[in-house]
């Protein structure tokens, strides 16, 4: 899978209390290099009954988009209803061993 600096993030159903690892891609903005936008590209949709088990698939996930990196720490909550599409924004990471600038 060939994407542009690929993160592996946690989303967690407050409805059912499942977690679901969500893969998110950058989709970078014009300007400002140091921070990407990045768009979900979808997620675990029958989740995990622990955040344990989950993180377990997230760090799979990561592997297999190409050593994404992952931000596992802070989950975004979920209601459960529609699709959870998201933006977020992370730190760019750096190129040839210099921070970005």
Do not use: C
Request: proline share 9%.
């Amino acid at each position: 899978m060939n994407m542009l600096n690929p993160v592996v993030a946690m989303l967690h159903n407050t409805a059912t209390d499942r977690w679901h690892p969500i893969l998110f891609s950058e989709f970078p903005m014009p300007g400002d290099i140091r921070v990407g936008r990045h768009k979900s590209r979808g997620h675990h949709t029958v989740g995990f009954d622990t955040r344990e088990t989950a993180n377990v698939e997230a760090r799979q996930i990561a592997e297999k988009a190409g050593n994404a990196r992952l931000f596992l720490d802070e989950p975004y909550e979920w209601d459960g209803t529609g699709v959870p599409a998201l933006v977020a924004f992370y730190p760019v990471p750096a190129l040839n061993g210099r921070p970005s600038t």
